[in-house]
Each structure stands twice: as structure tokens, then as C-alpha cells.
């Protein structure tokens, strides 16, 4: 039975496309894991992690409006974090995850362990929210999944 990433891996092999990722509370988690499959530099260009919102504004060109506004954890954000990286590192697709991993960090508006995750394409926006109650390391990793499920379903919708 193949990963998750082994499958988008070969989807975007078989699609011909390349992928850039921005993380922030995922840590790098999402690199990782689409580096982990053999034969992703054939696919994969490059990623940030911006952890501070300095980052966030500066590599990724987030708006320093949008930070202040809406915050680092919201949807406004990933899909700039996601636009950001798809044109910082030249590639067809990019996804973005940013969120509160805890156990510290989260209020009653932005609780623990909710995440935003998007997707920037030329002919796709996507983002969505995510709420998991598990500690920091689970709520690391079920961001990485959503969001490497989110491109599975764009490239399998490609594909059809």
C-alpha cells in the first residue's frame, strides 16, 4: 500500500509538475515527507519555513495587513503563504499549512490545534480549516496529512 506522499509523488510525476511548499507550524513536516519518496527532485523545488511573521512578510511576501488583520493563523494568511511560495520558487503548484500545534499558544477565537492549509495553482485557489485536539507532534502531522490530501485531490481532479 503506497503513502500519501508516494501517491501525490507519482501524480505529479505522471502530470509532469512541480511543488513548493510553505510551512509554518508543520515545522518542515510536509518537505519532509514529499522528500522522503525516491525520485522527488524530479518534483519537488524548494520550501520555507517561516515560523515568524518576519519571514512570513519578507520570503514569502505576505502582507504585513493581512498579519495584522486576520493573524499568522488564518486563511488569508495560508493563501498568501501558499501564493508566496508557488512564485518565490517558480513552480506550478504550492501548498501552505500555518496553525497552532500547542500545547501553548491557542485562545477561545484560535484554540489548539487549529490549522489552515491552501493550495495555489494557476487554474486552482483552495484553502481550508482544520481543528484536531491531539498534542503538538499529532497535531503537526494531521496538518501535513490535510494538506497533502488536498493536493492528491487536485491532481487526481487534473487527471480526470
Known sequence: MSTLEEIVG????EQGLTIAVAESCTGGLI????TNVPGSSAYFIGGVVAYSNRVKERVLEVSRETLSV??????????????GARRLFDTDVAISATGIAGPTGG?????????????AAQDLERC??????????????QASEAALEMLREYLEARRS
Do not use: I
Open 31 to 34: 518537505a519532509h515527507r514529499l
Open 107 to 119: 485562545t477561545p477565537q484560535k484554540p489548539v490545534g487549529l490549522a489552515y492549509v491552501a493550495l
Open 10 to 13: 507519482r501524480l505529479l510525476t
Open 70 to 83: 486576520y493573524g499568522a493563523v488564518s486563511e488569508e494568511t495560508a493563501r498568501e503563504m501558499a501564493r
Open 128 to 141: 481550508e480549516q482544520h481543528l484536531r485536539h491531539g498534542r503538538r507532534v499529532r497535531n503537526k502531522w
